[in-house]
């Protein structure tokens, strides 16, 4: 006697025309006769719900839709190759996310849902999350779990080539509230942390901004908090747990992947965020390789079994990379290579010394990152999606959001820089303007539970880091800078002379030269730490100032 699975509402099929020769109940779909005597039983209720169809690929596919074993209704869109492909590849991907299927039946349960025709509605299909693109420029970004668009009535549905990481590691948990307490506020007072919210709410600028993909690198000793900021940035769009304690669910992914398989990791984040831990394990003999690789946006020419060429998988992101060693050194590991301007350019060494955890809300420093870790493992992937549905909400098409956030990148992107900073040095300036513009924005969303000043101090607080001084040489005038420059410090400098300004900023500018691994000309460095200092030098101070050096 078969069990009757409870089926949660309504028969989820009515409507749809059951191929001939099966019949469909709540117990499952069974092949008759055409007397309609029942023959036998095949698998648990599954039907063909909609076809899809990729236009930009013209890839065809098939939504199949099933009650599990525990009575919930699913559905997965696959390519339609599926249906026809040698063994029982469908059946084993079905019966694995939850479809009871009869054993020995797996055959027949191929050839029933390749038999489905008729009137089976149509429906669009992404094969990846990001943008689509659209010929009408209407604004419409896929997630794994569910489409944020401007039209509604179109619907459209995520249909990734293979199996995509991302379905485990996109999603929300609890509500944007929550998270909002439990992790954006902790974040107060934490510039670095405050950043790494800003920098993964600008992922999703990088097409309307027209930016190139790159990356930052935050690194310094052990135990500092760098992983920390990581699972912050990441849980504004999925799971922030630390990926040593949940591996299978975190959105950081860990850098220990050969170059194909990074590859395939920033197909799968597209027009996101890609959160690499602990660079010192990535398997690359060539880490520059690796970093040109990731920033060409195109995956590398692969073969077919018959030598053809295959597709090339392309993306567009951001990268979020932690580590205790720098990406120059992890270049240079081997004693082989020399690191190229042009490499370090795509991924900018940020070192964190002790800067990522500074204001604990009154908790001991361990228990408060303890916290912050558990906290964005708990609350997660509501304010990536809510800021992008607020964009769509807010701009009629592509073009609009295009022109704004392009007119906004300038203006941060102005006040951060000089108009005779060096070309690489705009270039790499551009990605912290792109956090300060999704700062704002998000800020202004309410989104963000910060002021436009507080993202907007943070965003300099890590560029300042990123041009700050890093050899041990010239660490110690660096800590007398921060000192001056810090809140007492401040106010002591404001009431002393003109000529001790200046003549800070000369030992700053020195020594800031003497480390830069980017900035062209001391000149340049100089008048770009002036810009993001909070001391207000004027222009004929600071040259008279840097005139000397
Ligand atoms: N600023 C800090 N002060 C005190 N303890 C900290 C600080 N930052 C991190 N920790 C401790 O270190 C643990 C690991 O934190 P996290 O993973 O962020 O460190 P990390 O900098 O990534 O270290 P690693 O380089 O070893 O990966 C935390 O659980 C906490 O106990
Ligand atoms: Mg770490």
Same mark, same amino acid.
């Given at each position: 006697?078969?069990?009757?699975?409870?089926?949660?509402?309504?028969?989820?099929?009515?409507?749809?025309?059951?191929?001939?020769?099966?019949?469909?109940?709540?117990?499952?779909?069974?092949?008759?006769? =055409?007397?309609?005597?029942?023959?036998?039983?095949?698998?648990?209720?599954?039907?063909?719900?909609?076809?899809?169809?990729?236009?930009?690929?013209?890839?065809?596919?098939?939504? &199949?839709?099933?009650?599990?074993?525990?009575?919930?209704?699913? +559905?997965?869109? $696959? !390519?339609?190759?599926?249906?026809? /492909?040698?063994?029982?590849?469908?059946?084993?991907?079905?019966?694995? &996310?939850? #479809?009871?299927?009869?054993?020995?039946?797996?055959?027949?349960?191929?050839? *029933?849902?390749?038999?489905?025709?008729?009137?089976?509605?149509?429906? =669009?299909?992404?094969?990846?999350?990001?943008?689509?693109?659209?010929?009408?420029?209407?604004?419409? *970004?896929?997630?794994?779990?569910?489409?944020?668009?401007?039209?509604?009535?179109?619907?459209?549905?995520?249909?990734?080539?293979?199996?995509?990481?991302?379905?485990?590691?996109?999603?929300?948990?609890?509500?944007?509230?929550?998270?909002?307490?439990?992790?954006?506020?902790?974040?107060?007072?934490?510039?670095?942390?405050?950043?790494?919210?800003?920098?993964?709410?600008?992922?999703?600028? $990088?097409?309307?901004?027209? #930016?190139?993909?790159?990356?930052?690198?935050?690194?310094? $000793?052990? =135990?500092?908090?760098?992983?920390?900021?990581?699972?912050?940035?990441?849980?504004?769009?999925?799971?922030?747990?630390?990926?040593?304690?949940?591996?299978?669910?975190? *959105?950081?992914?860990?850098?220990?992947?050969?170059?194909?398989?990074?590859?395939?990791?920033?197909?799968?984040?597209?027009?996101?965020? $890609?959160?690499?831990?602990?660079?010192?394990?990535?398997?690359?003999?060539?880490?520059?390789?690796?970093?040109?690789?990731?920033?060409?946006?195109?995956?590398?020419?692969?073969?077919?079994?018959?030598?053809?060429?295959?597709?090339?998988?392309?993306?567009?992101?951001?990268?979020?990379?932690?580590?205790? &060693?720098?990406?120059?050194?992890?270049?240079?590991?081997?004693?082989?290579?020399?690191?190229?301007?042009?490499?370090?350019?795509?991924?900018?060494?940020?070192?964190?010394?002790?800067?990522?955890?500074?204001?604990?809300?009154?908790?001991?420093?361990?228990?408060? %990152?303890?916290?912050?870790?558990?906290?964005?493992?708990?609350?997660?992937?509501?304010?990536?999606?809510?800021?992008?549905?607020?964009? %769509?909400?807010?701009?009629?098409?592509?073009?609009?959001?295009?022109?704004? %956030?392009?007119?906004?990148?300038?203006?941060? /992107?102005?006040?951060?820089?000089?108009?005779?900073?060096?070309?690489?040095?705009?270039?790499?300036?551009?990605?912290?303007?792109?956090?300060?513009?999704?700062?704002?924005?998000?800020?202004?969303?309410?989104?963000?539970?910060?002021?436009? +000043?507080?993202?907007?101090?943070?965003?300099?607080?890590?560029?300042?880091?990123?041009?700050?001084?890093?050899?041990?040489?010239?660490?110690?005038?660096?800590?007398?800078?921060?000192?001056?420059?810090?809140?007492?410090?401040?106010?002591?400098?404001?009431?002393?002379?003109?000529?001790?300004?200046?003549?800070?900023?000369?030992?700053?500018?020195?020594?800031?030269?003497?480390?830069?691994?980017?900035?062209? !000309?001391?000149?340049?460095?100089?008048?770009?730490?002036?810009?993001?200092?909070?001391?207000?030098?004027?222009?004929?101070?600071? =040259?008279?100032?840097?005139?000397?050096?």
């Amino acid at each position: 006697m078969s069990v009757v699975i409870p089926i949660k509402g309504a028969h989820p099929w009515s409507g749809i025309p059951v191929p001939e020769g099966y019949q469909i109940t709540p117990d499952g779909v069974f092949r008759v006769e =055409s007397n309609n005597k029942v023959r036998e039983k095949i698998a648990g209720p599954v039907w063909v719900g909609a076809f899809t169809h990729d236009k930009l690929n013209n890839i065809y596919g098939v939504v &199949i839709r099933w009650i599990d074993r525990k009575g919930d209704e699913q +559905e997965r869109a $696959l !390519s339609a190759d599926i249906l026809h /492909e040698q063994g029982n590849t469908l059946a084993q991907r079905l019966a694995r &996310i939850g #479809l009871k299927i009869t054993n020995g039946k797996e055959q027949q349960l191929i050839k *029933y849902l390749g038999s489905f025709e008729g009137e089976i509605p149509w429906i =669009s299909s992404a094969p990846r999350v990001g943008w689509l693109d659209s010929v009408h420029g209407r604004l419409t *970004y896929v997630l794994p779990d569910r489409i944020i668009a401007t039209d509604q009535s179109e619907r459209v549905v995520f249909q990734p080539e293979q199996h995509s990481p991302t379905t485990r590691t996109i999603r929300p948990q609890g509500t944007l509230d929550a998270w909002q307490d439990q992790v954006a506020q902790p974040c107060r007072g934490n510039p670095f942390l405050i950043f790494a919210v800003c920098y993964a709410l600008a992922s999703p600028l $990088l097409k309307p901004a027209r #930016l190139e993909i790159g990356g930052i690198h935050f690194y310094g $000793l052990t =135990s500092r908090g760098k992983t920390t900021a990581a699972q912050v940035a990441a849980s504004v769009f999925g799971c922030g747990a630390d990926p040593s304690d949940a591996a299978e669910h975190a *959105y950081i992914q860990k850098w220990n992947a050969t170059g194909n398989g990074l590859q395939a990791l920033a197909a799968a984040h597209n027009d996101g965020l $890609l959160v690499l831990d602990e660079i010192h394990t990535c398997d690359s003999k060539d880490f520059g390789a690796v970093i040109y690789n990731l920033a060409s946006g195109i995956e590398k020419t692969r073969l077919t079994k018959d030598s053809g060429m295959k597709e090339r998988r392309t993306w567009r992101i951001l990268v979020l990379s932690t580590g205790e &060693i720098s990406s120059r050194q992890k270049i240079e590991e081997e004693g082989q290579r020399k690191s190229h301007g042009g490499q370090l350019l795509r991924l900018l060494d940020i070192p964190t010394h002790d800067e990522i955890i500074v204001d604990t809300h009154g908790m001991d420093a361990g228990s408060f %990152v303890q916290k912050l870790k558990r906290d964005c493992g708990e609350h997660f992937g509501t304010a990536g999606p809510g800021f992008i549905e607020t964009i %769509v909400q807010r701009f009629p098409d592509a073009s609009a959001l295009s022109a704004v %956030v392009m007119r906004e990148l300038e203006t941060c /992107e102005r006040l951060l820089t000089l108009p005779e900073t060096a070309p690489e040095q705009q270039r790499a300036s551009r990605r912290f303007a792109q956090a300060k513009v999704a700062g704002r924005f998000a800020c202004e969303y309410s989104i963000l539970p910060f002021t436009r +000043e507080e993202t907007d101090s943070a965003v300099r607080a890590v560029m300042k880091a990123w041009t700050a001084p890093t050899s041990p040489i010239v660490c110690a005038p660096h800590k007398l800078c921060k000192l001056l420059f810090s809140g007492t410090g401040r106010a002591f400098v404001s009431g002393i002379p003109k000529m001790i300004k200046c003549a800070s900023w000369s030992v700053t500018s020195r020594m800031t030269y003497s480390c830069s691994p980017l900035m062209a !000309s001391t000149r340049q460095r100089a008048a770009m730490i002036q810009k993001m200092s909070p001391v207000n030098c004027t222009s004929t101070d600071f =040259s008279s100032a840097t005139a000397r050096m």
